[in-house]
């Protein structure tokens, strides 16, 4: 298949491009193994004293305690549950966001507007401290109220986005079979905007579980908080280094499933679309004042049936 944008590579282009690409991971992997050893060289303090290097296992016999693994787990939990509200709260806020933006009538769309693009310049660590220290509602609500508000004003956008990419005979064919513009947007509009635009929203929910860690600022006991301060205040700066490592390992983890996540919704909603393709095949014939060819075309995959 020919594009228009570029000449399509020929035999010695691929073959420059596979060597590029060799020789870059090759660099990297180099960097990645130069960093790890370097890191564990052992290294001279300022009074002259020989301190092991971040690999050995004087660093890392800490782990040995159950204690430990506690601390990271209950840090772990307290940031899943602070995500996991703030994410309810952020589609709830979201989903009236959209309605709100993409309301017919300026007298809404227009305050919604304002207080959407305040929301989304107002940095999230903040909005956090300033809910704590005006409205006094402890480090875990603030935490989850700024973050459910911030998220909630990307995802309404997001929303709006994929509502306003609908084709106009959606919502005309919605009103053509009597239901008001509200029922509309509910039952027609809004259920395949939602769908088109769930990985963004996924995608969205993954930054809102990395911005938990904001929380560490507020006093709340998130996994940041609890293995990166707490832990190393207690064992010692010795180990600052391990409990940093352990920290990201675990962060990863939770931002990698998600995202993960993410791409499998993306593959399994990707060819699902919100209205009739041309090559769908209906039983029996149609005609273009036919009221089911309207219903079908406004609920595609929704329909709930022909009318008797």
């Known amino acids: 298949m020919t594009s228009v944008l570029y000449d399509v590579p020929g035999p010695k282009a691929r073959a ?4 590029i690409s060799i020789l870059g991971i090759v660099l990297i992997a180099g960097g990645i193994v130069a960093l790890v050893v370097v890191l564990g060289l052992p290294k001279e303090s300022a009074n002259g004293a020989v301190q092991p290097g971040l690999w050995d296992a004087s660093r890392w016999d800490v782990f040995n305690d159950v204690q430990v693994w506690r601390t ?4 772990a939990l307290n940031t899943l549950r602070m995500a996991a509200v703030a994410a309810v709260f952020a589609l709830i806020i979201g989903i009236l966001f ?6 017919d009538s300026a007298w809404v769309r227009v305050p919604t507007t304002v207080v959407l693009e305040f929301f989304r310049g107002m940095p999230v660590l903040l909005m956090m401290l300033f809910i704590l220290l005006v409205f006094s509602t402890g ?3 603030a935490g989850v109220s700024a973050l459910a508000v911030y998220n909630g004003a990307i995802i309404g956008e997001a ?3 994929g509502i306003k990419a609908l084709p106009s005979g959606q919502r005309e064919a919605g009103l053509a079979i009597g239901l008001t513009p509200v029922a509309t947007r509910f039952r027609i509009e809004f ?3 939602f769908r088109q635009m769930l990985p963004i929203i996924i995608a ?4 809102l579980l990395k911005d938990t860690s904001l929380a560490f600022v507020v006093g709340y006991n998130e996994l940041l908080r609890s293995g990166n301060y707490n832990l190393s205040q207690f064992f010692g700066n010795r180990y600052q280094f391990s409990f940093f490592f352990v920290v990201l390992v675990i962060y990863l983890a939770m931002n990698l499933s998600l995202s993960w996540l993410a791409r499998v919704i993306a593959r399994r909603t990707g060819s699902k679309s919100g209205g009739v393709t041309p090559t769908e095949k ?6 273009p004042g036919d009221p089911n060819l309207v219903y079908s075309n406004a609920l595609g995959a929704q329909s709930t049936g022909q009318p008797s």
Request: net charge positive; glycine share 12%; proline share 6%.
């Open 16 to 19: 420059r491009s596979r060597v």
């Open 72 to 75: 990271l787990g209950i840090g």
């Open 98 to 103: 959209s309605f709100g933006r993409a309301a």
């Open 139 to 141: 480090s875990f609500w």
């Open 159 to 161: 929303l709006r986005a």
């Open 191 to 193: 259920p395949q905007a």
């Open 204 to 207: 969205q929910l993954v930054v």
């Open 282 to 287: 209906r039983d029996g014939p149609t005609k």
